[in-house]
């Protein structure tokens, strides 16, 4: 089975902390996502990346960076966390040209 | 730009057929994928159509008419275990090339009443 792990389920972090979310995928998957899920809003794309060190913006890349040194792990990076950050963000990995992803559990943010 | 729309409810009976609908705007179009969330859980893939038509799996079935930018996921046999959100997702090349990205809408949610 494909596993994408997500490192927190929950996070509560205070205003202007940089945050770092961890994701590792299993299964040697070339594309890795980041989306955050907000009530209404469905899911948004921030920053996906197709291989190694290759990064793109998504949709809302405002306020976030991201990091990919290993195939496996694509980090999301929030420089100054704010309040309107708090919010689900999901991982999620795909390979290369195919049409399903698979995603993590997601973690539950919290900025106070 | 992109975007897509589908209806934010939809509330159905046991054992009842409903069809969610999906219509989407987006240049470089590969494809329309269909997931389940359920409270609390990550989304699962249900469905991906390509080409126009109806494509079958166990009591899901998608469609797509690519040149009404349309397509919808039937749910016949309605379980309770069915209230989920279902969302709808293109495959574009918009973002990332040919090598195409995965936009989503914002999510319908099931309710299977008894």
């Known amino acids: 089975d494909v596993k994408v792990t997500q490192s927190s389920r929950y996070l509560v972090k205070r205003t202007g902390e940089k945050v770092f979310l961890e994701c590792v995928q299993d299964?040697?998957?070339?594309?890795m996502f980041w989306y955050r899920q907000d009530p209404g809003l469905g899911l948004r794309l921030i920053y996906f990346?197709?291989?190694?060190?290759?990064?793109e913006k998504g949709d809302i890349p405002e306020g976030y960076s991201v990091s990919r040194e290993k195939k496996e792990r694509f980090s999301l990076i929030l420089e100054s966390a704010s309040t309107n950050q708090t919010s689900m963000y999901l991982c999620?990995?795909?390979?290369?040209?195919?049409?399903?992803?698979?995603f993590g559990q997601g973690t539950r943010l919290t900025v106070v | 730009g992109q975007s897509l729309e589908q209806p934010s409810e939809v509330t159905a009976v046991e054992g009842a057929i409903v069809q969610i609908n999906c219509t989407y705007q987006t240049s470089g179009f590969y494809g329309l994928s269909w997931y389940q969330q359920h409270d609390g859980g990550a989304p699962t893939f249900l469905s991906y159509n390509a080409l126009d038509g109806l494509e079958e799996t166990g009591r899901f079935s998608s469609f797509l008419s690519r040149s009404d930018s349309y397509g919808y996921l039937l749910l016949q046999e309605l379980q309770m275990k069915d209230s989920a959100s279902y969302f709808c997702?293109?495959?574009?090349?918009?973002?990332?090339?040919?090598?195409?990205?995965?936009?989503f809408g914002k999510g319908t949610k099931l309710s299977v009443k008894p």
């Open positions: 299964m040697d998957h070339e594309n």
């Open positions: 997702a293109v495959r574009s090349s918009n973002y990332g090339g040919s090598q195409g990205n995965l936009i």
């Open positions: 999620a990995s795909r390979i290369l040209g195919n049409t399903e992803a698979f």
């Open positions: 990346s197709y291989d190694v060190k290759m990064k």
